[in-house]
């Protein structure tokens, strides 16, 4: 059987075009858009070439409850060179009111800083009071309503913290507007004698953890400290805290 001649066209076309894919994906990896300093991410801060102690700096300011207004400020904050300042701070984007406080502003604008805040139980707040806190949008409002669904209502207000994309300094904000009250009737469960039934109720157990709960419990004669309690299989640990606020070893 004789075999096939293999043909190779001229590429040089197709080529072209993928050279030009490459190059507009690598531009929008490279642009850097107007934005607020005052929420740079880690990653952001990464991706902009700041170091780890700069960003670090930023978020003990910002999570202190204060802002940066100015990139004068910035620098003095978080320590930044000038080098880098010249080249990042024209992105800069600061909110109309400090780059603009002598315009006159209609009834429907308060300053965030002026607001009377009247805080409330986090379990009974809607999507709507929630997007009165700044920093929190309709997807993280949205998120948080998941989160209390899920948990069957917060005992706690730092189960809000664990919710994707609230951070420390928006957090702080959160806990200017929202407190929590347990439910009605809740009482902690005691670890060492909670049926497979009841600790299933805690949301962050499953149903290998329970088996292994109770396994090492019987093993142990009961736990006698939260160490013992760590050593179970697969017990998330970063978590513990969270748990304890379901569970007592009394």
């Known amino acids: 059987m004789p075999k096939e001649v293999l043909v190779i066209e001229d590429t040089s076309a197709y080529q072209s075009k993928l050279d030009s894919l490459v190059a507009i994906q690598q531009r929008r990896r490279d642009t850097i858009y107007p934005f607020n300093p005052n929420y740079i991410t880690d990653y952001r801060g990464y991706k902009l070439g700041l170091s780890v102690e700069e960003i670090d700096r930023l978020h ?30 024209p992105y800069f984007k600061f909110p109309e009111w400090v780059t603009n406080p002598k315009k006159s502003y209609t009834s429907n604008y308060t300053f965030f800083k002026d607001q009377k805040v009247v805080a409330k139980d986090i379990n009974r707040a809607s999507q709507d009071d929630l997007k009165k806190v700044y920093g929190i949008g309709p997807a993280l409002s949205g998120r948080i309503i998941k989160e209390r669904e ?10 809000v913290r664990g919710v994707y994309g ?64 760590l050593l179970t299989s697969r017990f998330p640990q970063e978590k513990l805290a969270l748990i304890q606020l379901y569970l007592t070893l009394n």
Do not use: C
């Not at 009737?185 to 909670?194: P, Q, R």
């Open 150 to 159: 899920r948990l069957k209502g917060f005992i706690d207000i730092s189960q």
């Open 60 to 89: 003990r300011f910002r999570e202190s409850g204060k802002w940066v207004n100015s990139k004068k400020e910035f620098q003095q904050v978080t320590q930044v060179s000038d080098q880098w300042l010249d080249s990042i701070s």
């Open 166 to 229: 609230l951070t420390d300094s928006t957090m702080i904000q959160l806990k200017k507007h929202f407190y929590v009250t347990a439910p009605l009737g809740f009482k902690k469960i005691a670890l060492n004698t909670a049926t497979n039934d009841e600790l299933l109720t805690i949301p962050y157990f499953n149903d290998y953890l329970v088996e292994k709960l109770i396994e090492q419990r019987t093993l142990r004669d009961g736990f006698k400290s939260w160490d013992k309690v």
